[in-house]
């Protein structure tokens, strides 16, 4: 799982650097706001067992 | 692959209880700083102070009448008002509470919550078979309800291929599964036994339609009416229960034993019903107060359902160690007293559909009569049945009515197509006390 947890954290540093990058492409952006919805998800449903 | 997340739904129990502790922390403060209603109601509550389950049952309940009041206020957030919980620029869809115990509840859900609770539908088709193989029908136009969207989405989620139902008639739809060769559909209870009776009038078994799994959404599902759906399509039928301001939060799996909660989306209590203060024994029945874990557009914090379910053991043979209920039993505002006895119109509905297969129909009114209350039981039978024989089903019904519920019913035989009949939840009580 922490490798996992590793890819996501990648793809969501990804993709709020593309929408940083998109500022003025409402195309870009909002599918880079897309894959933030995503990863968001998918930090939920891969937590840390405590 | 058995499960739909392997990593979540065999985790031991004790590490779902500290998630989802955690989650709800976090959830609570979310609630706190960007709610409206939550502000004001839960400004006296220190999320640092929460530390234990137990701290979590000070928090005061949130229930359905106080959202219809909240709606009304901060009328920059229309229609949504102190409920919304993103900017109302992020609100992508629009839905809408039924409006069957009152005003109906306007929920917006914006990109990102409307997907969490598609993921957590994803659940409920994984456990209940759904396939990337399926076709999935829908016969229902899914308006501002937000059971079938729910559904729609999910079925592309699982990878199922999904065919919207809506903006045909009865006849058309059953001529539509057969057309394309659906082979699943998600549709209310009521209406899957109406598609199968338009079926039967058109000639056409409902066996051979190709149905081989069933999803069920919007109402109720007693297991009488549940075996009945599988016995009349040769179809697995599945259960779950859900609210349009809370979700899907628990479905069946292939065992078919009770209902697993989808875990760690929701922190369920399963409350005594006297005190609301503390969690039921397994095989108690008790009230269910839910908090959506991961949904910002529309903050919940500890809503009281006002469902009553049966507390399960936790573990099942299908290998999942989520926590379960074994019964949904009705809802609280459904039981009404009647000339001073409970009465649940879901045991009509059990016995009718485990006991009376010549009953394709059903309707039960309350009325005042002087100073009396006179319960009618109206049915409706199939087509060709003899004066004689409906004559000596009606005694029978009126027999089983008496022994099930203690109460003596009045118990009608209605024309063929007299009683109306349902595509989304259908509404067979009908209680005229309070209009006279």
């Given at each position: 799982m922490e490798e996992i947890r590793k890819e996501i954290a990648t793809i969501e540093q990804s993709a709020k650097r593309l929408k940083e990058l998109a500022r003025e492409m409402p195309g870009i952006s909002k599918n880079a706001d897309i894959i933030l919805t995503f990863t968001f998800l998918l930090k939920f449903i891969t937590p840390v067992a405590k | 692959m058995k499960y739909w997340n392997p990593y979540t739904e065999t985790m031991p129990q004790e590490q779902l209880d500290a998630i989802e502790f955690a989650y709800f922390k976090e959830y609570l403060a979310y609630a706190k700083t960007h709610s409206g209603m939550y502000k004001e109601k839960l400004k006296e509550v220190n999320v640092g102070d929460i530390k234990t389950i137990e701290d979590v049952r000070k928090i005061p309940f949130t229930y359905k009448d106080e959202l219809r009041a909240q709606?009304?206020?901060?009328?920059?957030?229309?229609?949504y008002g102190a409920l919304l919980g993103v900017d109302v620029a992020e609100v992508s869809a629009f839905r809408q509470t039924s409006?069957?115990?009152?005003k109906p509840v306007y929920v917006p859900e914006s990109y990102e919550s409307w997907q969490w609770r598609v993921e957590s539908w994803c659940h409920i088709l994984w456990m209940a078979g759904f396939r990337p193989r399926h076709r999935v029908f829908l016969p229902v136009g899914y308006n501002v309800y937000v059971a079938f969207w729910e559904c729609h989405y999910a079925c592309e989620k699982v990878g199922c291929e999904v065919v919207p139902g809506g903006a045909l008639d009865t006849k058309g739809r059953v001529n539509k599964i057969i057309e394309i060769k659906a082979n699943a559909m998600g549709c209310t209870p009521t209406y899957g036994l109406n598609i199968a009776e338009e079926a039967m009038k058109m000639g056409i078994d409902p066996k051979k339609m190709g149905i081989e799994r069933m999803i069920c959404a919007g109402e109720p599902l007693p297991e009488a009416t549940r075996k009945k759906l599988e016995e009349t399509y040769a179809a697995h039928v599945y259960d779950h229960i859900g609210g349009t301001e809370i979700c899907g939060w628990a479905a069946m799996c292939e065992e078919q034993k009770g209902l697993h909660i989808i875990e760690p989306f929701f922190l369920i209590e399963i409350l005594d019903r006297e005190t609301l203060s503390k969690e039921v024994a397994e095989g108690e029945i008790g009230v269910v107060v839910i908090t959506p874990l991961g949904r910002h557009s529309f903050p919940m914090v500890r809503f009281n359902t006002n469902d009553m379910v049966v507390k399960g053991k936790g573990g099942c043979a299908c290998g999942r160690t989520s926590r379960k209920i074994m019964e949904v039993v009705g809802r609280a505002d459904d039981l009404r007293k009647i000339r001073g006895v409970l009465f649940s119109p879901k045991t009509v509905e059990q016995f009718i559909r485990e006991e009376f297969p010549e009953v394709v129909e059903f309707e039960i009114v309350v009325e005042r009569k002087g100073i009396m209350d006179e319960l009618t039981l109206r049915t409706e039978l199939q087509p060709n049945i003899g004066k004689d024989k409906a004559e000596e089903i009606r005694a029978r019904v009126k027999e089983t009515a008496k022994v099930k519920t203690n109460l003596t019913m009045n118990v009608t035989l209605e024309p063929e197509g007299a009683l109306p009949r349902y595509d989304l939840k259908a509404r067979r009580f009908k209680d005229l006390r309070g209009k006279e």
């Open positions: - | 709606q009304e206020k901060e009328p920059q957030n229309f229609p409006g069957t115990t009152g």
